[in-house]
């Protein structure tokens, strides 16, 4: 599946009588944009400078924090009255809390990989920019997974996120849902006050629409379709596409979202717009085979098998053994349909994982270091050359580094 085509414009010139690649990042800064750190991508969301490799909670923190500053600056009389068309009427700050503020700040501060922030990072360095794209960029990858999160733990039934309860348990589900909602609407706010030339900024919504586009229909498929009821030979397809809808989509928009605003040529976007799907693809394969392989994963376990999921290691399973192989592995599945005590349900879900396991246990992770080594090499033939060589080592590392925390 090709990327959506985007226009990739050629701004006439700038004022030195120079090509203009797109808005510089002294330019951006001063219209609200901040320098990112320096992380293993090349750079992250957060205000921390030249942090160390070993830093990465403080510069995780200080990036929750930073957004968690252009939250609050959202909620001001200024920028309501600015954004809402409100007539000059201000409501009491503690109502604009409690609907909305709170709840999304409470979620936004809880600790995130920023792995697609980075990421974004290190699309505008391959794209030749120096130093760190603006802030705005990886908050807009970053607010857009918050928002699909909240949204996806009401449908699951999820009851924890990111080492806490569930928003929609703590605030209940209307302001939930809402404030979920909200998080995919406000990435248009922050893509408008980079204040860059229209023809990037109509790409970058086109992208972030194709995204929100894609990850709905994969979340219906997500929500859809059961491992008890598909017909294996349609399982391989199915779990590739739901992936790349969900997944797939939001790296490819981190990607495509860096190489845009660096003023990237319309190959250049391409590549990395592939590559960050194929990345994501790699990490949901390791999310999936890790969650069955993983003891303190059980959790996470016990809820996509519950739910009858169609996830990476059934569709290997539907590749490599007997229609009636298959058949064999999933029977058990339908005793954990309905929550039974801890101990029960821990021993149904081996019953489960077990076998599934040593069917595709060692076949799958080779698959995965296949795709991601695959993923990267097509990357690699892209950009060339030393001034990119430090980035792409960079990647490299990250990818060797996630293979590893999956076990």
Known sequence: MKPVPLPQPRVERDGAGGPD???RPEDLARRGGSPARAGRLGGGVGVVEAASPGCDEAARAGAASTLGARLAEEFSAEALERSLDLGGVALPAPLWDEALRRPLADFLARPGKEFRAR????????CGRAGNPPAELGFIVEVLHAGSLIIDDIEDDST??????????RY???RALNAGCWLYFWPHVLLERLAAPPAIELACRRWIDATLLRAHQGQALDLSARITELDPA?????????TRLKTGALMQLAAALGAIVAGASPAQVEALATFGRDLGVGLQMLDDLGS????SRAAKALEDVRGARPTWPWAWAAERVTPARFAALVE????????ADAASDLAALRAVTAPLLAEVGDPGRALVHAHLQAAFARLGATFTGPVVAPTLAAIRAEIETLEMSYG
């Open 119 to 126: 990421l974004v990072s290190a699309a505008w360095r391959l």
């Open 160 to 169: 924890t996120r990111r080492g806490d309860v569930a928003l929609h348990l």
């Open 332 to 339: 058990p599945v339908r005793a954990l349909r309905e929550p």
């Open 21 to 23: 690649r797109g808005p």
């Open 234 to 242: 349609d399982v391989p397809a199915v779990v590739a596409t739901t």
């Open 292 to 295: 069955l392989s993983c003891p």
């Open 172 to 174: 209940g589900l209307p």
